[in-house]
């Protein structure tokens, strides 16, 4: 099974301030690597495909990179509604794996 | 307009038996792969099942395999969990969600609440 590994857990930003999310995979999973954005009592919503395609609905200020094992998500400049928990998850191979997720609360 | 409606949650005895149904719209069910998530309360995300479209192919995680059963209906644009022999583990919201058919999930339901206690 490949791990999934999201750092940190929680990570305290201001309004207007950039934001580092950080995924790593235990094995190579390539660029199959997904973020969703969990806002509280909310479905999660499909951020960013093959680590840095952006879904639709979400503005430029979002943004992923990186391949192999290491994928980073940045938010350039946060903005109130931005503030939820962050889950990277592979799709290269079966079981599909999950990262513990990251909270992005506001400073 | 993609939609997706999970129902038949509820509190279930360990042991005991319940059956999760996914009504769907807005895309063409038949040719999507569609897969189960699951949350416990206050936890992370947890793949489940996933359903191929044309192979019917299945998948599941290794802590609900030959306990749960994964299922399509394509005349009624409908996925569906049995789940059997549950456990206070399996205790979590249950989200159906569209899969793009390579594996990653473009569109959710807003999930059905499982609790199993005695």
């Known amino acids: 099974e490949i791990v999934m590994t999201q750092s940190p857990g929680t990570l305290s930003v201001s309004p207007g301030e950039r934001a580092t999310l950080s995924c790593r995979a235990s094995?190579?999973?390539?660029?199959?690597l997904a973020w969703y954005q969990q806002k509280p009592g909310q479905a999660p919503r499909l951020l960013i495909s093959?680590?840095?395609t952006r879904a639709t609905g979400f503005p430029a200020r979002f943004s992923g990179s990186g391949s192999g094992t290491e994928f980073t998500l940045t938010i350039s400049s946060l903005q109130s509604e931005d503030f939820a928990v962050y889950y990277c998850?592979?799709?290269?191979?079966?079981?599909?794996?999950f990262g513990q997720g990251t909270k992005l609360e506001i400073k | 307009e993609v939609q997706l409606l999970e129902s038949g949650g509820g509190l279930e005895q360990p042991g005991g038996s319940l059956r999760l149904s996914c009504a769907t719209s807005?895309?063409?069910?038949?040719?999507?792969?569609l897969t189960w998530v699951r949350q416990a309360p206050g936890k992370g995300l947890e793949w489940v099942s996933t359903?191929?479209?044309?192979?019917?192919?299945?998948y599941y995680a290794d802590s609900v395999k030959g306990r749960f059963t994964i299922s399509r209906d394509n005349s009624k644009n409908t996925l569906y969990l049995q789940m059997n022999d549950l456990r206070a583990e399996d205790t979590a919201v249950y989200f159906c969600?569209?899969?793009?058919?390579?594996?990653?999930?473009?569109?959710w339901g807003q999930g059905a609440l499982v609790t199993v206690s005695s």
């Open positions: 969600a569209k899969d793009n058919s390579l594996h990653y999930f473009d569109f």
């Open positions: 807005g895309f063409t069910f038949s040719t999507y792969a």
């Open positions: 359903m191929n479209a044309g192979s019917g192919n299945t």
């Open positions: 094995q190579n999973v390539k660029t199959n």
């Open positions: 093959y680590a840095s």
């Open positions: 998850q592979q799709y290269n191979k079966w079981p599909l794996t």
